[in-house]
């Protein structure tokens, strides 16, 4: 290791550990400070607040599983200490699986959205009839095909990785 190496590669359970505990601390901070951050700046802009509140709930959605499943493996290790690989494999199948899905099925819906959003205008996306949906529509479009892309990848990779899964052993 040299000595100008200023970072460490966590591995197996301490890597899981730490991402479960800064994705809730994250989450948390976002789902509860953030938004009277933007309240207090003085916009009224209620669509940043559960933007901001959305993303939080998210992180803290993520970090709270994936320790519930580290908490659920200290009861895994003593009663099948050879399975604790085969169960840190899972718990970063599961993780990485519903992180890659909270962007995935979202920026799949936001071009129907969008287009539902300009027909019942005015709204706050749309305040008044005039206003063109042009723009957001190829905005929408890049958002909902990229979406479906991820989801294809997504799927794709995880039929890959449970065919060469480690398996449990008795």
């Known amino acids: 290791m040299s000595i100008w190496s200023f970072y460490?590669?966590?591995q197996g359970a301490p890597k899981l550990w730490v991402s479960s505990i800064v994705f809730i601390v994250v989450g948390g901070i976002l789902l509860v400070f953030a938004p009277s951050l933007?309240?207090?700046s003085g916009a009224q802009?209620?669509?940043?607040?559960?933007?901001?509140?959305a993303l939080g709930g998210t992180f803290l959605g993520l970090g709270t599983v994936v320790?519930?499943?580290?908490?659920a493996g200290l009861?895994?290790?003593?009663?099948?200490p050879q399975n604790k690989e085969v169960?840190?494999?899972w718990v970063d199948f599961i993780g990485g699986l519903l992180g890659a899905a909270s962007f995935a099925v979202p920026a799949t819906f936001v071009l129907p959205l969008l287009y539902w959003a300009y027909l019942q205008r005015p709204n706050v996306l749309y305040p008044d009839s005039s206003v063109n949906f042009s723009h957001d529509f190829y905005l929408g479009l890049l958002f909902s095909t990229?979406?479906?892309?991820?989801?294809i990848a997504v799927y794709s990779l995880a039929r890959s990785l449970l065919?060469?899964?480690?398996r449990w052993r008795t």
Not at 67 to 71: H, K, N
Not at 146 to 151: H, V
Not at 163 to 166: A, L
């Open 163 to 166: 065919r060469r899964r480690p």
């Open 146 to 151: 990229l979406g479906i892309a991820s989801s």
């Open 38 to 40: 933007v309240t207090q």
């Open 87 to 89: 169960f840190l494999w």
């Open 8 to 10: 460490y590669q966590l």
């Open 67 to 71: 320790f519930l499943l580290m908490i």
């Open 75 to 80: 009861y895994v290790q003593p009663s099948a």
């Open 45 to 53: 802009d209620w669509i940043g607040k559960v933007a901001l509140q």
